[in-house]
């Protein structure tokens, strides 16, 4: 917090902050709620955040940049590699980096591998927040923020702030909101009021028809579908024709997609369809083409293609 003079309006505050933590630790659900609108894609399996998300926190006096990243991970296949190098190049920026951790799991080799990562990041300030304390009692959160506090003491030099919230119920997203922006720079604004987010119309909604088709089957590809809006054209009639393709890695994986009879796809598109409309404001006609796209996660030409 900053000391104000009597009569002096605070000066306006801006800047990034980024969450990170473990895969599946509700960082897009804490996004998502301190935006107040869905922009990130949640998800009950780990590592499907792949685009770098950006949500803007408008205040009176002050504007915070949410910039969401994918789980910090070890990398097993370029793919992987490439998300890690995107999380290192987003956290050398910002302002703000604030790591999640669930109340109701014990922190472990995985939590401290991101903590100490975050200490070859002088620059930012380091937060701590207990995440999901909907899901843990009282006396589990308070542990929780102990256990928390002392590893940012034992690899960081301390957090400057440790905080609890539940994205699920909303208590405390406030809050968190308020700390983030009391360790804002002095700034102007950096986005016009009521932007939300600056990803791409494109990338929003090639991430929401990823998530309805991964929908009842992550289990079975979870990391090995890509999906591309190749067009998006004002129809007649005022709606809006988007052709999609969605790549997979085999044959097999393809069926899944498609389903009996092409049931599943019709589904997976109804669905997409839906919540492309509300995020567009707009009728949609969703084309949803499926493709195999051999190794794709592999293959530094077709990930170029496929926007990674
Ligand atoms: N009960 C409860 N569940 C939560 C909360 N926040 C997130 N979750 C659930 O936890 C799971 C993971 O949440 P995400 O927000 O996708 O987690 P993430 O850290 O962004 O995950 P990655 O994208 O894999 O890195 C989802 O099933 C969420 O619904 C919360 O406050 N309470």
């Not at 803007?56 to 006096?61: A, E, G, K, Q």
């Not at 703000?96 to 080799?109: M, N, R, T, W």
């Not at 940012?152 to 699920?168: C, H, I, N, T, Y």
């Not at 190749?230 to 069926?255: A, H, I, P």
Request: with cysteine.
């Amino acid at each position: 917090m900053t000391e104000t003079t009597p009569g002096t309006p605070a000066p306006h505050r801006s800047g990034f902050a980024c969450l990170v933590g473990r895969p599946n630790a509700g960082k897009s659900t804490l996004t998502n709620a301190l935006v107040g609108q869905k922009v990130a894609i949640t998800s009950s399996r780990p590592q499907t955040t792949r685009h770098t998300v950006r949500g803007v926190v408008h205040r009176p006096d002050a504007q915070l940049v949410l910039v969401d990243t994918p789980g910090l991970h070890r990398p097993r296949t370029l793919l992987g590699q490439r998300l890690n190098d995107r999380v290192h190049e987003t956290l050398a920026e910002v302002d703000i980096v604030a790591l999640c951790v669930p109340a109701d799991e014990k922190i472990g080799p995985g939590d401290r591998f991101i903590a100490e990562a975050l200490g070859k990041i002088p620059r930012s300030t380091k937060i701590g927040l207990v995440t999901k304390t909907d899901k843990a009692s009282k006396q589990q959160v308070a542990e929780q923020l102990l256990a928390l506090t002392a590893l940012g003491e034992q690899v960081l030099g301390g957090f400057a702030d440790v905080v609890p919230a539940s994205a699920k119920t909303g208590e405390q997203v406030d809050t968190v909101a308020d700390v983030l922006l009391s360790h804002l720079p002095v700034g102007p604004r950096l986005y016009p009021d009521g932007e939300l987010t600056d990803e791409p119309e494109a990338v929003m909604v090639a991430e929401l028809v990823r998530e309805a088709a991964l929908e009842g089957v992550r289990d079975e590809l979870p990391h090995s579908l890509a999906v591309v809006v190749e067009e998006m054209t004002e129809g007649e009639n005022g709606v809006l024709q988007v052709f999609v393709w969605l790549y997979v890695e085999r044959d097999s994986q393809k069926g899944i997609v498609i389903g009996k009879g092409g049931a599943r796809l019709k589904d997976v598109g109804t669905r997409a369809r839906r919540s492309v409309e509300a995020l567009l404001g707009t009728r949609v006609h969703l084309d949803l083409r499926v493709k195999v796209a051999k190794d794709w996660q592999r293959d530094p030409k077709q990930l170029q293609r496929l926007g990674f």
